[in-house]
């Protein structure tokens, strides 16, 4: 049996921010607008949370990596182009642009001066696995000092459940349940544990191996809802304290929320004598 291997060391959570659109939940957003992408909710999405992320926790963006993981990439822009070519309709050169996923990420870097390294990988298992074990190489050069991380999942039409059917079959596991038009979006933006990040991420240390075996989980290929998870609970974390171990994949978030109350205190007590 093959395994993962775990973090090699904790990682500090700066910012979270999760974005959905036509799925039907109740906190779906309309579709941002994003110069120079259409028809797709995949850019968009991707870079409505990496803009967040990185508008909560601004820094320098020639210190910063990015890396984004989706099962399909842009199917909807795929798709799209492939019907006009085979309907016989002039090529859209746009189309061809933004179905490459790098293409919303060099729109980022661009608005955010990110000069750091950009990745897209593509990944059947859990991506929150993936994209942390990334972060944590990346993280290993001098000079960066941190990593976004993103996920983007959308539905899809009947090419898209073929190919899940496909990747899927013997395994048990579910085909895609959302809307062709609906779009899932979740990033987090990751530096060092001793960079001062009141939230951190590390490998659990239940796991006696130190490392993680494949995992018997129902969600599907490429599942991007670990990442939703992960926002959640840093949300709720920065709150309440605590810690939470995510599931299936195993890491332990962890907020130390003292040294925050305590300089709350002392900056109230500071005024209360002024």
Do not use: W
Not at 63 to 73: E, K
Not at 91 to 114: C, D, K, W, Y
Not at 199 to 223: C, E, K, N, Q
Request: charged share 20%.
């Amino acid at each position: 049996m093959t395994t993962k291997p775990l973090l090699r060391s904790a990682l500090g959570v700066l910012a979270t921010a999760t974005a959905t659109h036509g799925t039907g939940r109740d906190d779906d957003i309309p579709l941002p607008r994003l110069p120079g992408f259409v028809e797709s909710a995949f850019s968009p999405l991707a870079y409505e949370v990496s803009r967040r992320c990185l508008t909560e926790h601004p820094g320098d963006g020639s210190r910063t990596a990015v890396a984004l993981a989706g099962l399909m990439g842009d199917t909807t822009t795929a798709d799209l182009a492939s019907s006009r070519m085979v309907s016989g309709k002039v090529h859209n050169p746009l189309l061809f642009m933004q179905a490459t996923p790098n293409s919303v990420l060099g729109h980022t870097s661009r608005e955010f001066g990110i000069t750091g390294q950009m990745f897209s990988v593509s990944t059947l298992d859990d991506p929150v696995t993936e994209l942390l074990a990334m972060a944590d190489l990346l993280l290993e050069d001098p000079e960066l000092d941190r990593v976004l991380v993103l996920g983007v999942e959308l539905g899809g039409g009947e090419r898209v459940t073929a190919v899940h059917r496909e990747l899927t079959e013997g395994s048990g596991r579910p085909v895609p349940g959302l809307p062709a038009v609906a779009g899932l979006a979740a990033a987090a933006l990751l530096g060092r544990a001793d960079a001062g990040a009141p939230v951190t991420v590390a490998p659990d240390a239940s796991s006696a191996s130190g490392r993680v075996p494949p995992h018997d989980d129902v969600r599907r290929p490429g599942s991007i809802q670990g990442l939703f998870e992960l926002a959640a609970v840093h949300r709720r974390l920065l709150r309440e304290g605590g810690s939470h171990r995510l599931t299936p994949s195993a890491f332990l978030l962890t907020a130390d929320i003292t040294a925050d109350i305590t300089a709350d205190r002392n900056e109230s007590d500071s005024h209360a004598h002024q």
